[in-house]
């Protein structure tokens, strides 16, 4: 029985959470992945709101946070390309896309052959975790996660300075 009203909730509620969703992107790829992440976060205290006046704000609100995340997730790998990277503005709009796919796998690459611990905390900072969330998950110290982020850094350059100036 809760497993058809769950589903009934969603079924009504999909089409609302679409309309939302362009407020925020206008990709129609983009705003499915966003309406099922909301969802699948959802889904642990949905049926707490089945049937609740607030269940729309509550869902937009879970929906705001997840495109919050993925945006500072992506600023993030941005941010990171461009420190490996050090490229200067002409170099940046003259490459091909062929050298970026190149620059990526091998960033993809030297990310992979992290240590377990550093690749761990790296990733998880990557995703958008905060320090210490990182930390309690690992269950480990605040200034650990920050030294073992730090030397992923650290390695990351040294494997990729191919690609600097």
């Known amino acids: 029985m809760k497993t058809e009203l769950l589903n009934l909730t969603i079924q009504?509620?999909?089409?609302?959470?679409?309309?939302?969703?362009?407020?925020?992107?206008?990709?129609?790829?983009?705003?499915?992945?966003?309406?099922?992440?909301?969802?699948?976060?959802?889904?642990?205290?949905?049926?707490?709101?089945?049937?609740?006046?607030?269940?729309?704000?509550?869902l937009f609100v879970i929906m705001r946070n997840v495109y919050i995340n993925n945006y500072r997730k992506l600023s993030k790998y941005r941010t990171i390309e461009t420190e490996l990277t050090h490229t200067s503005h002409f170099e940046q709009l003259t490459t091909n896309k062929s050298e970026s796919k190149f620059m990526m796998d091998d960033i993809q690459k030297a990310i992979h052959k992290l240590p377990a611990d550093n690749y761990i905390a790296f990733t998880m900072f990557m995703e958008g975790f905060k320090y210490q969330e990182i930390a309690e998950q690992l269950q480990i110290a605040e200034g650990t996660v920050k030294t073992r982020i730090h030397i992923a850094r650290k390695l990351l350059k040294k494997s990729l300075k191919v690609y600097r100036n």
Do not use: G, M
């Open 12 to 58: 009504q509620n999909q089409p609302l959470l679409k309309r939302i969703a362009t407020k925020f992107t206008q990709d129609p790829y983009e705003i499915e992945e966003l309406v099922q992440e909301t969802f699948i976060r959802s889904l642990s205290s949905l049926e707490k709101f089945i049937n609740h006046p607030k269940l729309v704000a509550w």
